[in-house]
């Protein structure tokens, strides 16, 4: 693995690299995780792939400036890994909200890739997330600065569940990302940056038929964050467009993944 700094005007992305195969493709962790998280793609998909795994904003060691951020920042991070590899067409990889930025990509970066491969992706039907979108920008700060002590919301949460109101997730995700300064911060932000990621599904399926030659989809049979059904009739709606389900949860297995990844990979137009 090789590291790498990009600067950009709103703040630095921090980014791993592994192997050396002669595409690019470029990969984006979900909410709460980080680059690091697709180390195991590199055994199996280095020979084929150059795997650039950025970390998010307030995620791992991307260091960020702004308040939010916006897809803009995300293609200006594009094209200067893309400049980095000296090459012009890639594959994009999107995992959880990764597949949100890698979606948002489509408007900016379709016409330039090879593949698309999406796993547990939220963007095209996800339960809860948009609820916290209809709160206004100016509360959210507001009700953050109150949160500075978060026991009392999570005691609610957790009675809530109890009684059957909120699922389980719910409360874990507030546990998990309430517990500390760092985490407080992250969320914020992202709720601060959230709206600029709203996904349009029917500009997404025609983006997808019109400029990508391969998309491929991974889900868990078991996800309780996404929409499995409805993932799956969005998916079938696209030309030659390939789901395939695993019987897991939102996170997903590596080994399977990864033999999913390999087997497309191999066969994709970029290959043909």
């Known amino acids: 693995m090789t590291e790498h700094w990009f600067d950009t005007e709103k703040g630095t992305f921090y980014c791993r690299r592994w192997g050396r195969g002669g595409r690019v493709l470029i990969a984006w962790h979900g909410y709460g995780s980080g680059g690091a998280m697709f180390e195991a793609l590199a055994d199996t998909l280095g ?3 150059t795997i650039y795994a950025p970390d998010l904003p307030w995620h791992g060691r ?3 400036r702004a308040a939010s951020y916006t897809p803009e920042d995300i293609v200006a991070l594009t094209e200067q890994l893309l400049a980095h590899a000296q090459v012009e067409r890639f594959s994009l990889l999107g995992c ?3 597949a949100r930025v890698a979606l948002k990509l489509l408007p900016y970066a379709g016409h330039q890739l090879e593949s698309l491969y999406l796993l547990s992706p939220d963007g095209i039907h996800t339960r809860w997330l948009n609820v916290g979108r209809k709160v206004p920008k100016w509360l959210r700060s507001r009700l953050m600065q109150r949160l500075e002590n ?9 009675q809530l569940h109890r009684r059957g109101r909120v699922p389980f997730f719910v409360t874990w995700f507030l546990r998990k990302n309430l517990r500390t300064p760092e985490s407080r911060r992250r969320l914020l932000g992202n709720w601060r ?3 600029a ?6 500009a ?3 983006q997808l038929a019109r400029t990508v030659p391969q998309v491929v989809v991974i889900i868990g049979s078991r996800d309780q964050l996404i929409k499995g059904k409805s993932i799956g009739r969005f998916v079938r709606s696209i030309p030659d467009a390939q789901l395939h389900v695993l019987p897991c949860n939102h996170v997903l297995k590596s080994n399977e993944v990864t033999d ?3 087997m497309h990979a191999t066969t994709s137009p970029a290959r043909l």
């Open 197 to 202: 990621f709203v996904t349009k599904k029917q």
């Open 150 to 158: 978060p026991e009392r919301l999570l005691h609610w949460s957790r």
């Open 47 to 49: 020979d084929i792939f």
């Open 96 to 98: 959880s909200f990764g």
């Open 193 to 195: 940056s959230f709206d």
């Open 62 to 64: 991307t260091q960020w």
């Open 204 to 206: 997404i399926k025609r």
């Open 260 to 262: 999913i990844l390999r």
